[in-house]
C-alpha cells in the first residue's frame, strides 16, 4: 500500500463549486504539505502544517484553505474553484528532523470549466 | 532570497549515452539539496540528497550528483541512460529561517530518451 494517497486522483469541476482534496498517509510524520504544479512552473507551496495545530500558509495561498483533521489527514479546498486553479496538486509529508526530507503521494488533477 | 534555477527545459539524449542536467542555486548558507524525478503521470520520487559531508552523493537508479559550492551547483548526472530515464526531473533547496523544513523547487528539466 502507498505511504501517501490522495483522492480522488481526477476530478473535473465547474467554476464557483467547492471542492475538498484529501491526503492520507501512514509513515507516522508529522508535517504535510500542499502543492500546485503547472507546466513549466515547477512546484509552488500553497500550504503546510507542521502537526495538528500550526497551520502555516505558502507562496499562493489565495483561494486555498486547509484542515488538518489529524497527524494523517490533510484537506485541500477551494471554496469557490476558478478555471486558473486547473493544476495537479501533490500532497507529501515529511518527519520532523528530516524536514526537508519530503515523500510525495501521486498527485489529483483538477480541471474547473 | 532562496531560489533554484534549472537552466534546461527539454534535453533529449540517446540511450547509452551520458547525461547531465543541471542546477543552480541561491543560499545564504550550508543548503540540503535534492532531486527528485517525475515519471509521466506519477508523483515525485526522491532520487538522492546532499545534507553534508562527501560533495559527491550517490542515489537510486544509478544516478549521482555532485556539489559544488563554489559554483553553487548540484548537477544530476549518469553514466549510460537507459529509456526508463524518460521523465521531468526537479532539483530542489531546503528552505531555512521561518520556513525550515519548506523546499524550493526549481521549474524542471524534462528528460526524452532516444533509441
Known amino acids: 500500500d502507498a505511504d501517501v494517497t490522495q483522492t480522488p486522483r481526477n476530478r473535473i469541476t465547474k467554476t464557483g463549486k467547492r471542492i475538498m482534496l484529501e491526503c492520507s498517509q501512514t509513515k507516522g510524520h508529522d508535517r504535510m504539505y500542499w502543492y500546485r504544479q503547472d507546466p513549466g512552473l515547477g512546484l509552488q507551496l500553497i500550504y503546510y502544517s507542521f502537526d495538528v495545530k500550526d497551520i502555516n500558509k505558502g507562496e499562493i495561498s489565495d483561494g486555498y484553505s486547509v484542515s488538518r483533521q489529524a497527524q494523517a489527514k490533510f484537506s485541500l479546498s477551494l471554496e469557490s474553484a476558478i478555471p486558473n486553479q486547473t493544476a495537479l496538486y501533490f500532497c507529501?509529508?515529511?518527519?520532523?528532523?528530516?524536514?526537508?526530507?519530503?515523500?510525495f503521494g501521486p498527485g489529483t488533477r483538477l480541471t474547473v470549466l | 532570497a532562496q531560489s533554484v534555477t534549472q537552466p534546461d527545459i527539454h534535453i533529449t539524449v540517446s540511450e547509452g549515452a551520458s547525461l547531465e542536467l543541471r542546477c543552480n542555486y541561491s543560499?545564504?548558507?550550508?543548503?540540503?539539496l535534492f532531486w527528485y524525478v517525475q515519471s509521466p503521470g506519477q508523483g515525485l520520487q526522491l532520487l538522492l540528497k546532499y545534507f553534508s559531508g562527501d560533495t559527491l552523493v550517490q542515489g537510486i537508479k544509478g544516478f549521482e550528483a555532485e556539489f559544488k559550492r563554489s559554483q553553487s551547483s548540484f548537477n544530476l548526472r549518469k553514466p549510460s541512460v537507459h529509456w526508463s530515464d524518460a521523465a521531468e526531473y526537479f532539483c530542489a533547496v531546503g528552505a531555512y529561517g521561518g520556513s525550515q523544513g519548506n523546499l524550493i523547487f526549481g521549474k524542471g528539466t524534462k528528460l526524452s530518451v532516444k533509441p
Open positions: 543560499y545564504g548558507a550550508t543548503p540540503y
Open positions: 507529501a509529508t515529511s518527519a520532523r528532523d528530516r524536514a526537508n526530507e519530503q515523500f
